[in-house]
């Protein structure tokens, strides 16, 4: 006999990220990495972002330590996206030079 498991608040499409099924723009990766880079918990969180319920947050902390192998690929192949795209769109040098002049 197997036991499915099943995540109240999350909704996991097959080839899509999991998200919250009250917010269907706010992915489990997105408060998991609120969880970890930032060091949030679950209250903060919620303070944060006032529009979650504590039980959605939680319900997503629980599947990121569920599937966690998941979640962090994800993560992971965000930064490299986000990173490919900053190297590929470069600052303007304008901009460049007036942050500069803004730190003295």
Do not use: C
Not at 5 to 26: D, F, N, Q
Not at 30 to 37: F, G, Q, R
Not at 46 to 53: D, G, K, M, S, T
Not at 98 to 103: S, T, V, Y
Request: glycine share 2%; aromatic share 12%; net charge negative.
């Amino acid at each position: 006999m197997t036991v499915e498991l099943t995540y109240p608040h999350i909704a996991k499409p097959p080839g899509e990220p999991a998200r919250l099924e009250g917010h269907p723009r706010t992915r489990v990766a997105m408060i998991v990495a609120d969880y970890l880079w930032r060091g949030w918990s679950a209250e903060e969180i919620v303070r944060q972002y006032p529009y979650l319920a504590l039980a959605e947050v939680h319900a997503a902390l629980t599947y990121y330590f569920d599937h966690r192998q998941e979640i962090e690929d994800e993560l992971v192949a965000e930064y490299h996206q986000a990173a490919e795209w900053k190297q590929a769109n470069p600052t303007h040098p304008l901009l460049v030079r007036l942050k500069e002049q803004a730190r003295y």
